[in-house]
């Protein structure tokens, strides 16, 4: 397995100025760093890859920038989907160029964006033909396309590891995959070690923290679980601990976490690694 952390954990904005951080995550013992992105994200993608590259670290990006509403690839105006698509392929492009391993989120909508009702099915064909394009593009600059379901309050597309499934089958391509993340799992998923094995051959990786957004540990997340079915599916991919730093004035509050649960990103790093790579021998 390999292990790394969200740069939300230590800033509210990727930047040229924010290179020490790999530094950083190689020091802490991370084997991957992840990147958010998006319209208000302004960065030299060649220097963060040669730093990247210089330490051995892989690089992960995801949208977590400013992301128009209008670019929604679960949206029932076609012109809404193809701005979506043309969105997200401007990112894998970026993603190429930062030599980054994957491009992961709620890429099949947009968090926040909730309509309640089911799919139709020309709306599972129309996403399955555009998660199909990127997965496409995403082949040929090398970076896998990594679907995360998000809890029923973020979205209404992909809640379960389930329907995440669903839609990789639909859109029928060996280059789409998931990440689950245990904090949305607790208000989708009773059971953790079959929503492991439902992703058996197309887990990506795991967004870790508990069910506060807190450090792994002592929280409700049923580690045992989690860790033996990593197991029997013989996991190999990332572990990233994800959570806001709520240290950074109002950041945190601005992304809906309104108690100070991370104070200090390097000590949340430093107990929440410890704690992964404990469970992961036991």
Partial sequence: MKYGAHCYLFTDRWSDERLDLLDAAKELGLDCFEIAVGDDVQFTARTSRHRAVALGLELVISPGGQWPLECDLSAEDPARTAQGLAWHRKHLDLAGELGATAYTGALYGHPGVLHYRPLTTEE??????????????GERNGVKVVLEPMSHFRTHVANTPEQAMDLISAADHSNLYVLLDTYHMITEVRDYAQAIRTCRGRLWGLHTCENDRGVPGGGLVPWKAVFSALQEIDFRGSLILETYNSALGDFAYRRGMLHNICPDGFAFVRQGLAFLKSSATE
């Fill in 124 to 137: 599972i064909k129309r996403l399955a033909d555009a998660l199909h394009q990127l997965a496409e593009q």
